[in-house]
């Protein structure tokens, strides 16, 4: 859902499509550079340092004074990097080396649900019916997708325990961002998350091992994920989210969803089975409904607060950008 309030939103909306859309190829490139030996925390090293560099060459050309923003309050962007970004961000690549892309994407599509719980729990808003059944076909689109290979035994649960974390981190990290960002240029946004990230990685590479890419090939897809899926969406990201919210993001986020299926499904000759489509299609719906009952929620006559208690918060002061 596009916000309606004013017209000048639909470049965030459209920076948000580009950026999810753009998104969507990275578990093709993933899949690649796992087959040539790289593991998902050399990976993101890799993709976070090289972005990083490409991303503080951009502010330096902006004239942008990193030190001044870091000294007024730009380490928060630092921190939330380090700590929410990079959590979700190695939950979902750990998930994706043992799951088929599209379980994992769907699963990980499980985040509007619980970004629509978080911002009824923080702005203390009774949950309306409307809001119930969203979370309820999310979540039994994601029963649908996981109960029958669990049943089975195709779906692998060390992949499926990195996976269920990831959309509740992503709802917190996705809240906080969409307060945060607003009050900076979109590429201090980007350069903060990545710092923070490429901090993160680089600690877990001294520990853990790094390893190396081996072929001029794979160096090359290493600088395709760093400086396209990497950089530039992370900071079209930046731009957008502050303007849209977090649940309306999360609208638009759904392109990635599509653009990863249809790559699993026509690359990676991923198996559409009856449930894991019904599934996808529950996740979908339920996205869907609750963006058609905000806007008629926004299109609706405001009426005035009674004056009892503490008043409302005002549009914008909730976690989700007033979404």
Not at 53 to 69: E, H, N, P, T
Not at 225 to 238: E, K, R
Request: aromatic residues 8%; proline residues 7%.
């Amino acid at each position: 859902m596009i916000p309606n309030d004013s017209p000048r939103v639909w470049p965030a909306a459209v920076a948000a499509l580009s950026g999810s859309s753009l998104v969507g190829i990275m578990p093709l490139l993933a899949r690649r550079l796992y087959a040539d030996g790289l593991g998902a925390p050399s990976m993101l090293f890799w993709r976070y340092n090289l972005a990083i560099v490409a991303l503080a060459g951009a502010a330096l050309f902006m004239q942008i004074d990193l030190r001044r923003v870091l000294r007024g309050g730009g380490w928060r962007i630092v921190l939330l990097g380090a700590t929410l970004g990079s959590a979700q961000t190695l939950c979902f690549w750990e998930s994706l080396k043992t799951l088929e892309t599209s379980i994992a994407v769907l699963l990980f599509y499980t985040y509007p649900a619980v970004t629509l719980a978080l911002d009824r729990l923080i702005l203390k808003q009774p949950i309306r019916r409307v809001a119930v059944l969203c979370i309820a076909m999310i979540l039994g689109g994601a029963a649908l997708i996981t109960l029958p290979g669990l049943r089975g035994g195709t779906i692998d649960l060390r992949g499926l325990f990195w996976a269920i974390p990831s959309p509740l981190v992503y709802s917190l990290y996705l809240a906080i961002n969409s307060r945060l960002l607003r009050h900076y240029p979109p590429l201090v946004g980007a350069g903060g998350l990545f710092l923070g990230m490429a901090i993160m990685f680089s600690a877990m590479a001294l520990v853990l091992g790094l390893d190396m890419p081996t072929h001029p090939a794979t160096w090359a897809l290493v600088l395709l994920i760093a400086l396209g899926p990497g950089a530039l969406t992370m900071t079209l990201f930046s731009y957008s989210v502050p303007k849209l919210g977090a649940t309306s993001f999360s609208i638009l986020a759904n392109a990635e969803l599509v653009t990863v299926v249809a790559i699993g499904v026509m690359v990676l000759g991923e198996a559409i089975t009856p449930d894991k489509a019904i599934g996808g299609a529950l996740i979908v719906a339920g996205i869907i409904t609750h963006a058609l009952s905000r806007k008629r929620a926004l299109q609706a006559p405001a009426r005035p607060p009674l004056r009892t208690g503490l008043p409302p918060p005002l549009a914008g002061e909730g976690w989700g950008g007033g979404c």
